[in-house]
């Protein structure tokens, strides 16, 4: 017979304490208990600190621990409605912001291709570029030698050119048909304005008054919602 | 209107239906926290935390003891609120200032020699309790709490826990052995408190 009750036993006492321990266990247990005061003296113990635990004053909760409709995260329900017209109202604010976006990059555009018409880019404005440059140095060709340096090949071509029975009329005539052929290389779209918008300012307005009638009828629907929610917690009551 | 249906009704979102369980729980789970945390504060932080766990998940209650369910969340936000603080909350040894000597402070600890009445003061014994559970690791704290504070069976302490029976059994018999060699010392200073408590129970 151990002298000292071992963990296990302790095991056995704190289960038998509470009810806990099988029929057998049990009676084995009690059997022990008789023989053992050791092992009754370790029962005590254990009866002791239950006792002890169990009478522990009890605190009152030092205030209320309800729950607010904040706290608990209610909120009113969402009407059917408003999914849709959050779409609507975001589809409206991109189709605006694109229209903006367009309008504002169309003049852009325009005044680049205008750029590489005058010597900026090359291709097909280029070409157009020489053919002016070749007509330009003929009639320059009719003035004093001594004022321009353009090369003799390029002299001679031109001479075999149409143009040259325009020569009279080239020396003025060089600035119209330059700003002709200058609008010619512009590609088909540029012959609008080049300050025009695409996008009218009429569908612009169109769509902000269509965002702001989705906005408000979402700030009603909401604010509705919420006065029926508070109606129905005081009723609750 | 009896626990079921006001439970019921608070699963189908009734906030006026749980606030009456609340009213009827909130000592039971304040008392509960403030055995595990040591500290009054936190007590209070975890058992308001734990109500409003307890109502955002109050669908997965589907019968069985709802004290045990709702004393698990309350064990579960002292975890968090312990692994949040990374402290063991313990009494201060003596006030921090002289303005606190007249706040609640372990005097036995204090003075060597209490007197009579000191001895047989119930906030003595509370302390001493409190000093010993605090000493304990939160697992076998909350089984003991829960077992012998709360006086849940095994089967209700295993459901809060969720932890198998066999361990409830081990961890409850581990810590009424540290209970009793940490109470051991105060023993011999509050005797008559012991003494009394003992007289006339089986």
Redesign the interface.
Known sequence: MRDRPSFHDLELLSAYLDGELREAATARLVARLKTNPQLQAELNNLHQIRLLLRNTPRRCAPRNFTLTPKMAGLRAPAPRSLPALRFAAALATILLALTFAVNYISPLGAAQRSAEVYGIGGGEAAEKENLLTEQEVFVESALPQEEYAAPSAELGMATQMPAMDEAGSMPTATVSPASEAAAEALPPSGDQESTAKIIPSAWQAGLAVFLLICVTAIVLLRWNAGRQLRKRMKQDR | MDETTLIREAQR????A??QL??AY??A???TA??IMGD?DLA?DA??EA??SA??NLTSFRGGSFRAWLLRTVTNACYDELRRKKRRPSLPLEPATEEDEDMDSPRWLADPNPSPEALLD?SE??HA?QHCLDDLPPEFRAV?VL???Q?L??REVAAALKIPLGTI??R???A??R??EC?QSFWELLPAA?RL??KG?A
């Open positions: 979102g009734s906030l006026d749980f606030n609340v009213l909130q000592d789970l304040f008392n403030l055995r009054t209070a058992t308001q109500f409003l109502f955002r119930q014994l509370e309790i003991i077992a012998d504070v006086d069976d095994y059994k081990s409850l018999a581990r009424r052995l209970m009793r109470l012991f408590k003992s129970r």
